[in-house]
T-cell receptor, first 111, second 113 residues
Framework: QKEVEQDPGPLSVPEGAIVSLNCTYS??????FMWYRQYSRKGPELLMY????GNKEDGRFTAQVDKSSKYISLFIRDSQPSDSATYLC???????????FGTGTRLLVSP | KAGVTQTPRYLIKTRGQQVTLSCSPI?????VSWYQQTPGQGLQFLFE???????NKGNFPGRFSGRQFSNSRSEMNVSTLELGDSALYLC????????????FGPGTRLLVL
């Protein structure tokens, strides 16, 4: 079993839709949760960073962590064609710099 | 503030050769981590350097090695290249505190023929 599971997609939505991206993880020791966006042939760009359970909002993006279910989500409101990219969830233990990544979900937002 | 820079951006090598990749972290960041990204395995952690010392290591063979200099710049070396080493190699930097997240560079795309 992989430490982090993520549906690879692709997920196709029309412009303006609300997008929900999700990951599950297996190790309850993980404390830090991140979402990265990666455009084709580019490095991952940090979108959201949360610690422990709860919600965090930044503009059109909301990250949600449910540690009891080992489930993390990223919501994108009013999705735009420029949001078309691969979204990677990543988790980390306290005391370690090693990030464990999901496989990434490819998102396509059509005009 | 300048971001993470990696050189070269693209490389083509043949099997059996060795390669050295370079990473300059964000100013003030002392931790540099290296990751390999392939379509089949996704993003996998190679190792992390902090203050010139390897602090964490992933599950890669000894052909993969690295080092960090006193100015926090880091290099990664792969010896005796194999076809399966073709990948995007990403460098990420952070201040090094365990609560800090990492910021990635654009990557070096390595093709082994």
């Amino acid at each position: 079993q992989k430490e982090v599971e993520q549906d690879p997609g692709p997920l196709s939505v029309p412009e303006g839709a609300i997008v929900s991206l999700n990951c599950t993880y297996s190790n309850s020791a993980f404390q830090y949760f991140m979402w990265y966006r990666q455009y084709s042939r580019k490095g991952p760009e940090l979108l959201m960073y949360t610690y422990s359970s709860g919600n965090k909002e930044d503009g059109r993006f909301t990250a949600q962590v449910d540690k009891s279910s080992k489930y993390i989500s990223l919501f994108i409101r009013d999705s735009q064609p420029s949001d078309s990219a691969t979204y990677l969830c990543a988790i980390k233990n306290t005391g370690f710099q090693k990030l464990v990544f999901g496989t990434g979900t490819r998102l396509l937002v059509s005009p | 503030k300048a971001g993470v820079t990696q050189t070269p951006r693209y490389l083509i090598k043949t099997r059996g050769q060795q390669v050295t990749l370079s990473c300059s972290p964000i100013s003030g960041h002392r931790s540099v981590s290296w990751y390999q990204q392939t379509p089949g395995q996704g993003l996998q952690f190679l190792f992390e350097y902090f203050s010139e010392t390897q602090r964490n290591k992933g599950n890669f063979p000894g052909r993969f090695s690295g080092r960090q200099f006193s100015n926090s710049r880091s290099e990664m070396n792969v010896s005796t290249l194999e076809l399966g080493d073709s990948a995007l190699y990403l460098c990420a930097s952070s201040r090094g505190d365990s609560q800090e997240t990492q910021y990635f560079g654009p990557g070096t795309r390595l093709l082994v023929l």
